[in-house]
């Protein structure tokens, strides 16, 4: 693998779309093969930010915050459909605005169902994918997903209250760590940054709406496993296989039908970029060179 020899500028932008300024990230030269990374729960970009450097010379590279998070705007809950149907939307104008119409995508945990929902969307603009403990079969919800499916199946206050463990400090903090053998490898900046923006006034209810709204992608999921047979994008699976949220269960399941996806699995947990990154990024640049190229 061959790094670029001189650091490419990223650059913090906002866009307006439905009123709402969308904060992302973007790096690399305007005419390039697009890379949208779409980000986790319950980070944002931040969680690209060592990985865009490394892509930047040869692609161009986006990556958004969805709205409550990161350096989006975080509108009431009681007046901004918090979905993931509406954030493949906002994904989805913000592309418009940039006059994208191809791209690869990473997609990692949240940022799974947004991304499939948009290539539903516009199956014909997907060049490739990189999932990184993203789930789209059932046999990735597994026993972490209990009391958050008890709220699917029963909302109510009572159910959707027992959901606050979720946003509290331990669980961040708990997502950075578990499964990780090497902790010092883990910038504790992860958690402190996560939780000062869960903390922010109203935001608890608006990623209790998503836990809720989580739900509606789970019957999508026969259409994403369509869309990867009939489309069959190249595929890149790196995946955690510690993890606890979403644990490498469901990572073998994509290869039923993406025949020719490449699975590696890595001693590592959820935000696997945050110790695997040196691991990882050969990989995700090889891939990418091989499949949708780069100048």
Do not use: C
Request: charged fraction near 25%.
């Amino acid at each position: 693998m061959t790094y670029p020899t001189s650091i490419p500028v990223t650059y913090y932008r906002t866009a307006k779309l439905e009123d709402v300024n969308v904060f992302y990230r973007e790096a690399g030269p305007t005419g390039a093969p697009v890379v949208l990374l779409l980000h986790g729960f319950p980070t944002s970009s931040h969680m690209f930010r060592n990985l865009i450097p490394l892509l930047a010379d040869r692609y161009r590279v986006i990556a958004p915050d969805y709205p409550g998070f990161g350096g989006s705007d975080a509108p009431d809950h009681r007046e901004f459909a918090y979905t993931f149907a509406h954030y493949a939307d906002l994904v989805d104008g913000l592309l418009s605005q940039l006059g994208v119409d191809r791209y690869a995508m990473y997609v990692m945990d949240y940022g799974a169902p947004v991304g499939y929902r948009l290539a539903l969307k516009h199956p014909e603009r997907v060049s490739a994918l990189v999932v990184q403990n993203g789930n789209a079969y059932e046999e990735g919800l597994k026993a972490f997903w209990d009391p958050i499916k008890a709220y699917w199946r029963e909302d109510t206050p009572e159910r959707r209250n027992a959901l606050a463990f979720l946003v509290a400090p331990e669980t961040t903090k708990f997502q950075y760590v578990d499964g990780v053998a090497d902790i010092s490898r883990i910038d504790p900046d992860n958690w402190l940054h996560d939780q000062v923006l869960l903390d922010r006034p109203g935001n608890r209810d608006i990623q209790l709406d998503l836990f809720r709204d989580y739900g509606t992608n789970v019957p999508l999921y026969p259409r994403f496993q369509a869309f990867f047979r009939e489309r069959k994008p190249p595929t890149l699976i790196v995946w955690g296989r510690n993890d606890t949220i979403f644990p490498a269960d469901g990572a073998h399941p994509y290869l039923r039908d993406l025949t020719d996806a490449e699975l590696h699995l890595l001693d590592t947990g959820h935000f696997a970029l945050e110790d695997k990154l040196d691991v990882m990024a050969p990989m995700i640049r090889d891939f990418l060179d091989r499949n949708i190229g780069g100048r």
